[in-house]
């Protein structure tokens, strides 16, 4: 989808996002970075809570963070956290907030060397209920 | 996985729960059953909150119950709403809740109808973070 | 509110309650047990989830449970967990939760040691966001 | 707490930001500003979800944005609604989301024409369950 060059600033941005992470509870940080359609780059970490419920998972911080800076449609994802021995998708709670805002993300899962799998919300929610179930 | 008749009394309890939803601000009901690794059938419907982030899914109603009342081992579940022209599957966030209690999840996706589609959390969920990920 | 030996029962349930919370993570078990305005008592504890955003609280599971079991209307609750020194109310989310089903909760904060306050949600959550500023 | 001309600057931000809701369910836009120690303004609103529970407020979404910009410390929030005819405090979820990051918030809720009343975290989420509570 994006160029060689705009996939390595994305997945570069979401390593660094890691670093604000609030996690004392997990001590397990998360951070990620959306590509919009319009190609600028919003970043995110994980945000954690006394009571863990109330924890959001750093995809959800930036894609909420995208919204209410006016960002409306996006083209893909870079997540990264600490696991180095294989490439892990984003919680299914993260993977129905991406759905809300279109179904052709491609997202890249990012591990702390760097490297990083190509995949795509397609792959990752099949079946998957989305808005338009509800007639939205 | 299970035997016909009990995947008959799975679906039927499923269909039986969405009768209990309270869903005032989407008028969407769902309703879910849980089969237990001991063959007990748990059921729960979608519980909505004025304040829509508080909202709960029928599936999670379902585990959080059987979680309370002592099972922790589980072989299926079917989940049943309003949707007539497809088989829709669980939101995202309530497939990450089902792979918290196992993998071997088999879902029953279950039309207005009485008809219901076969699936997996394997399927539904692939490339999971899991309490693996977490070292516990 | 009730009497003396439903109170009593009550903040006992909450307490069994507790032993069987799923908290792998933050290794903080709590209790609920709630009162229908009819004299039935439902219990639950809280349901953690790797991705810690999914996890659920004892009360909130205790009300879902009751609602998928038919009630609605709701007159006291208990809640116990590991503090000793001092009385906790519930989280705020739980608070929300509560107040989506009637405003004269009466709430009963235990200690381990089965000693209790007596409080209320009208105190918990004052100047509240409820159902009727939605129009329901 | 701040001085009046930026009490009124967090007051028109919070303003400006519920234009920015995702609110396709509820049709309910929720704006919020957040002030910092350091002085600055955070904005946030609601960002909705299809399956409701996945839904944040306009409080969090502040909250998780700060965080994210490497922000730790705050003074006050402001808050706006549609509501017209009295000030309603942000929900249960988004106090508790507060007190995760202080105990000393100022709460401005405000109103549709900009006429706002002064509040706190403290008497809006009495006998708290806060961070100190888990040993953090
Ligand atoms: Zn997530
Ligand atoms: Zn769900
Ligand atoms: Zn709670
Ligand atoms: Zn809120």
């Given at each position: 989808m994006a160029d060689n060059a705009k996939v390595k600033e994305l997945v570069s941005k979401c390593m660094h996002a890691r670093e604000m992470a609030y996690c004392p509870y997990s001590r397990f940080p998360v951070g990620a970075a959306i590509l919009t359609a319009g190609g600028d780059i919003i970043t995110g970490c994980n945000v954690e809570n006394?009571?863990?419920?109330l924890t959001v998972c750093a995809e959800r911080t930036a894609i909420q963070r995208a919204i209410a800076e006016g960002h409306r449609k996006f083209s893909a994802i870079a997540v990264t956290c600490d696991i180095k021995d294989s490439f892990v998708g984003p919680c299914g709670a993260c993977r129905q907030v991406l759905i809300e805002f279109g179904t052709d993300w491609v997202v890249y899962l990012t591990k702390p060397d760097g490297s990083y799998k190509e995949t795509s919300l397609k792959e990752l929610l099949p079946l998957a209920f989305s808005p338009a179930h509800l007639g939205n």
């Open positions: 006394a009571s863990f419920g």
